[in-house]
Structures are given as structure tokens and as C-alpha cells.
């Protein structure tokens, strides 16, 4: 089969939230930018779904909130959990300095059709489904394009810049080299859906009992479900059997008992390893890497996905005018990398602390809990509770779009 060839001023390789919003902001403003995404489309089941607070101010900067929610979402505006048998409230969106006040629970699907679709208003912006990125093309240690696999045959883009936005399993960060540093989790989780009835109620909960960590989001006729467990401990679970495990969600929550038999096999269970890791140099001569390839994020506070969304206004932000101007250099690369380090280092630092702190004792505590002071005082005092919103809504450092849409490039 034949090698086709195109040229870009930037190659990206991943269409997840960060590539295609990168994807999206460089097109419009200007720059001629191709996303490669492996897969033949958006559809992927129990890929995080949530769009925080300051994912939706984005939005509102770029003029597309209004129609960007008129896509079918749930909105939670509060966040609580039941630590043994007392319910605490624990975090309340409704104050964010935000236009948006409140978590978007959205199909990923959607948001990134949502997301390609307004790339492709711009001339400049090229989506290529089904082109898996397997190989860099280098000139001496300058990284120069990629290739990827397509089903009429290799693709290879030339071009000044490629960004590896191809997820915690990057092939790109693997080509390039770069190494990674894993920062530990002592826990994985199973994801399920079973249908939610009129008399459940609609809060989204967390339920923590002894050994036992579960989350209920109101996805409006169904209910996503969390089910956390021990790191690795995915095959005992199975080895115990499927009858073992609906008891064990029915210990949790007694009303959910009468939909048992939707978990009909092992298949509608899907298992999320729980990584956290950070690339020690996200860069190199020609490539950078950004979202989940360059720091897997624990699913705690389930801000991945807007991490993902900050990298890629940042990356647009300071890479646009270099990258029209041909010039990107390694300085402009490392000055993403400094801007979105910080953030990324302490939203996994207090990740980490609460995995330590808070899921290893539950994964292994034998009493009853109690909830703990925080817990109680969150509960207690309503303002408190804006606090860890404003950390899970808005994370460390929300970034602003800056860049313009260039004259004469919306279609
Ligand atoms: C089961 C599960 C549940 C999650 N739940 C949440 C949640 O509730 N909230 C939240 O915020 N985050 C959640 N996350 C994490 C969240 O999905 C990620 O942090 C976020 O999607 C990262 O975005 P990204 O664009 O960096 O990478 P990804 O979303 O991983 O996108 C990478 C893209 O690259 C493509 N790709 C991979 N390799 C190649 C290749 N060689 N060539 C071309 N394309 C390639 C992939 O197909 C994919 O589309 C969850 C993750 C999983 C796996």
C-alpha cells in the first residue's frame, strides 16, 4: 500500500480531551494542525465523563457555553457521601466564581464530537480516524513528525511540532524516550452501570463502609457506578464469583438488589488500573507531550479530564504564535511544561495523601466508620464547603483562553 504524506505546523497524536481541544483552539487561531485518533470513533464506555466548573468557563470564554449544554448532561451542584451510617455533605459548587456552578456529567463521546465539530469549522484543523501513531520521524535528535497506520496504508505528517496527547499509555512518550516517574496507587476500580427508578432519588453519593468504597452518579436513566478495590485485586474478586460481588453491592445499598441481574457477566464490569504517574521532562527537541501521557491521574475528585482541558489551553496559548511564526523552540516547549507542572504536581499530591489517608484505611479497616473531623465540620458549616469545591471545580491553576481566532478562519 502506498505511503501518503502530509505537512502540518503541528502532528497531533490522540484524540482524547486533550487533542482534540488542542486540536481545536491552534485551528482556530490559524495554525494548519492534523489530530490522528486510533480509534474509528468517540465511542468509548466509562471514559470519564465529567466536565468541571472551569472546563465550562472555557467554554464560556470561546462563546460556545449555551450551545455546548444544550447537549444532553446531568448537573451536579452538590457533592456528599455516607461514611457508615451518617450522611455528610461535603462539597457545594453553587458559589464558584464560575458562569457554570456545577459539575457536567456528559458521555465523553459527546463532548468531543461537540469539540471536533467546532474544529472543523476552521479549514485548518484535519481529524484522521482510525490512524494509529507507531513510529516519530526524526531529523538527528529533533523529532519531526510521525507515522502513523491507517487502513489504506502508512501516513506519515511532517511537521514542526508533534504532541503526544495519546493518554496514560502513550505510545508517543514511549518513542520519544521519555521517562516516566510512577508515583503509586493502592487501589483500581470497577466501573458498572445499573438503571436508576424514580424512587432512588437523584444524589450523587459516595458510600463508604468497612473494606468497602462505592459511588453512585446520577446519569439520568442509569446510574454510573464505582466499586473501588485493592490494587491487583480484580481476580480474587473474580475468582469469588459474580454472585459474591452483587451481594456485596447489596450490602452497600440495599434498593439496589432488584436490578441484580443487570450485571448479567464479568463484561458489564470494566476495570480502570489506577495509575499516577508524571513524565520527569515532558519535552524534546520537536515534541511535547500533554493530559494523561504526560501525568496519569488518579480517578479522586475525577479531574483527569479537565487537566487535560487546562494542558491544552496552556499549550495553545503559548505554542500558537511560535508555531505561526515557524519558530518553536525547546524554551517555548519547557515553558508549558512549567506552567502546567505545578498544578499537576499538587492536584496528585492531594490525590495521593487522600489515597493513602482516606481509601487504603477504608480497604482495610474492619469497624464501622465514623466520619472524620473534616468530614463532620464540612457537614456542619455550608461556606466551609465551598473550599473543596473550589479545588475539585476549579483545580490549582484554571487557565484562560488567550489565543484569537485569526481573521477569515471560521467556515
Ligand atoms: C475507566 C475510566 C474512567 C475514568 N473516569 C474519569 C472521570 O470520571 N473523570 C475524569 O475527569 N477522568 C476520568 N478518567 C480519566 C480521564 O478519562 C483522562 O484523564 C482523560 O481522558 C485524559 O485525556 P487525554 O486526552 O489526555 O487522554 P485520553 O482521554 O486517554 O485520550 C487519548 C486518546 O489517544 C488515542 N490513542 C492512544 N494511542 C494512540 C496512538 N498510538 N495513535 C493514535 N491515537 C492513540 C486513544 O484512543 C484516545 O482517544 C477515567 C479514565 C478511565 C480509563
Redesign the pocket.
Known amino acids: 500500500m502506498a505511503t501518503e504524506t502530509m505537512t502540518a505546523e503541528c502532528a497531533i497524536?490522540?484524540?482524547?480531551?486533550?487533542?482534540?481541544?488542542l486540536g481545536f483552539l491552534l485551528a482556530r487561531a490559524g495554525v494548519n494542525v492534523v489530530v490522528?485518533?486510533?480509534?474509528e470513533d468517540?465511542f468509548?464506555d466509562?471514559?470519564?465523563?465529567?466536565i468541571?466548573p472551569s472546563t465550562l468557563e472555557v467554554m464560556h470564554e470561546l462563546g460556545l457555553l449555551d450551545e455546548f449544554l444544550k447537549l444532553p448532561h446531568q448537573q451536579v451542584k452538590e457533592l456528599g457521601a455516607q461514611i457508615g451510617d451518617d450522611m455528610v455533605a461535603l462539597a457545594d459548587f453553587s458559589h464558584l466564581p464560575t458562569h457554570a456552578k456545577f459539575i457536567a456529567f456528559m458521555p465523553?463521546w459527546d463532548f468531543?464530537d461537540f469539540l471536533a465539530a467546532q474544529g472543523k469549522r476552521y479549514p485548518s484543523f484535519h481529524l484522521r480516524m482510525r490512524?494509529?501513531?507507531?513510529e516519530l520521524l526524526k531529523d538527528g535528535d529533533r523529532v519531526v513528525g510521525l507515522k502513523?497506520a491507517t487502513p489504506e496504508g502508512d501516513l506519515e505528517v511532517h511537521a514542526d511540532l508533534v504532541v503526544g496527547?495519546?493518554?496514560?499509555?502513550?505510545?508517543?512518550r514511549k518513542l520519544a524516550g521519555l521517562e516516566v516517574e510512577d508515583l503509586g496507587a493502592p487501589m483500581d476500580?470497577l466501573?458498572l452501570r445499573l438503571s436508576r427508578r424514580p424512587e432512588d432519588g437523584s444524589d450523587t453519593l459516595g458510600r463508604i463502609e468497612p473494606r468497602r468504597f462505592f459511588v453512585m452518579?446520577d446519569r439520568g436513566d442509569y446510574w454510573?457506578c464505582?466499586f473501588v478495590i485493592p490494587k491487583g485485586g480484580f481476580n480474587e474478586l473474580r475468582r469469588k464469583g459474580l454472585e459474591a460481588f452483587r451481594l456485596a453491592i447489596v450490602a452497600l445499598k440495599p434498593s439496589l438488589e432488584n436490578r441484580m441481574k443487570e450485571i448479567a457477566s464479568w463484561d458489564d464490569v470494566?476495570?480502570?488500573?489506577v495509575r499516577v504517574d508524571r513524565l520527569k521532562k515532558w519535552y524534546r527537541p520537536g515534541l511535547l507531550c500533554?493530559?494523561?501521557?504526560?501525568h496519569?491521574?488518579s480517578?479522586i475528585?475525577?479531574?483527569?479530564?479537565?487537566?487535560?482541558?487546562q494542558?491544552?489551553v496552556a499549550t495553545a496559548n503559548i505554542l500558537a504564535t511560535p508555531l505561526l511564526e515557524g519558530r518553536v523552540t525547546e524554551e517555548d516547549l519547557r515553558k508549558v511544561e512549567k506552567r502546567r507542572l505545578l498544578p499537576t504536581e499538587l492536584t496528585q499530591a492531594l490525590q495521593i495523601f487522600i489515597q493513602n489517608r482516606v481509601v487504603s484505611n477504608v480497604l482495610t479497616m474492619k469497624t464501622q466508620p465514623k466520619p472524620p473531623l473534616i468530614a463532620r465540620l464540612l457537614d456542619r458549616f455550608a461556606w466551609l464547603r465551598r473550599w473543596p469545591a473550589r479545588l475539585i471545580g476549579m483545580g490549582f491553576r484554571p487557565e484562560h483562553v488567550h489565543t484569537p481566532e485569526a481573521p477569515s478562519q471560521a467556515k
Open positions: 497524536a490522540g484524540g482524547g480531551p486533550a487533542g482534540v481541544m490522528l485518533e486510533k480509534h468517540f468509548r466509562f471514559r470519564g465523563d465529567t468541571h465523553q468531543l490512524a494509529e501513531v507507531d502513523a496527547t495519546d493518554g496514560r499509555h502513550s505510545t508517543v476500580v466501573w452518579i454510573q464505582a470494566k476495570l480502570l488500573t500533554i493530559g494523561d501521557a504526560a496519569a491521574m480517578p475528585g475525577g479531574v483527569g479530564i479537565n487537566l487535560a482541558i494542558d491544552a
